[in-house]
């Protein structure tokens, strides 16, 4: 079955980075891209951006644009988010989420807590 | 950057009620629209994509319409465990974006 399992919970201090793992299994990796998608806490959902695990193509949103990295691993089946210059405002769960079709993520990762805090 | 709002902000009903949730895009994303089901502490789950289409594993009480800028989520009649929040997705083709609406919670009565 697919699986997307992310690394754990990480507290930051502001001004540092984090990089978050997202190691899939149950399917081909290079067969679909994935996104990254964040969650503050009690808001909404929050599109981060995506990388194609086929040949490492990537769109980021603009407001996280010279941030934000992202990279896979294909000996691994592995996707990365690196969030560089933590702020507060970047405390959240952030999601890994397997693409499915024109616009929609049929599989998600369980979810990472990134806390940045003084 | 095309704007997702979604209406009401809180639906509350009851079990076996029906309940119509409403999309609008701020310009056409013709039919590259998803809808999405997150209860706390959860992941979100894949209902609707491309605007009408159930995913898999679904079931049939969810149903999604639309096209352009006006989309509909309707849950034909509630059952408990479909009390939570909704959010619907569009993506942009230029440049290539995707955005989330704010997300409908729907609660018990």
């Known amino acids: 079955q697919v699986q997307l399992v992310q690394s754990g919970a990480e507290v930051k201090k502001p001004g540092a980075s984090v990089k978050v793992s997202c190691k899939a299994s149950?399917?081909?990796?290079?067969?679909?891209?994935i996104s990254w998608v964040r969650q503050a806490p009690g808001q909404g959902l929050e599109w981060m951006g995506w990388?194609?695990?086929?040949?490492?193509?990537?769109n980021y949103a603009q407001k996280l644009q010279g941030r934000v990295t992202m990279t896979t691993d294909t000996s691994t089946s592995t996707a990365y988010m690196e969030l560089r210059s933590l702020r507060s405002d970047d405390t959240a769960v952030y999601y890994c989420?397997?693409?499915?079709?024109?616009?929609?993520?049929?599989?998600w990762g369980q979810g990472t807590l990134v806390t940045v805090s003084s | 950057e095309i704007v997702l709002t979604q209406s009401p902000a809180t639906l509350s009903l009851s079990p076996g009620e029906r309940a119509t949730l409403s999309c609008r895009a701020s310009q056409s994303v013709s039919s590259y629209l998803a809808w999405y089901q997150q209860k706390p502490g959860q992941a979100p789950r894949l209902l609707i994509y491309d605007a009408s289409n159930r995913a898999t594993g679904i079931p049939a009480r969810f149903s999604g319409s639309g096209s352009g800028t006006d989309f509909t989520l309707t849950i034909s009649s509630l059952e408990p465990e479909d009390f939570a929040v909704y959010y619907c997705?569009?993506?942009?083709?230029?440049?290539?974006?995707?955005?989330f609406g704010p997300g409908t919670k729907v609660d018990i009565k």
């Open positions: 990388i194609s695990a086929y040949n490492g193509n990537t």
């Open positions: 989420a397997r693409d499915f079709g024109s616009v929609a993520y049929d599989y």
């Open positions: 997705q569009q993506r942009s083709n230029w440049p290539r974006s995707f955005t």
């Open positions: 149950g399917y081909t990796f290079t067969s679909y891209g």
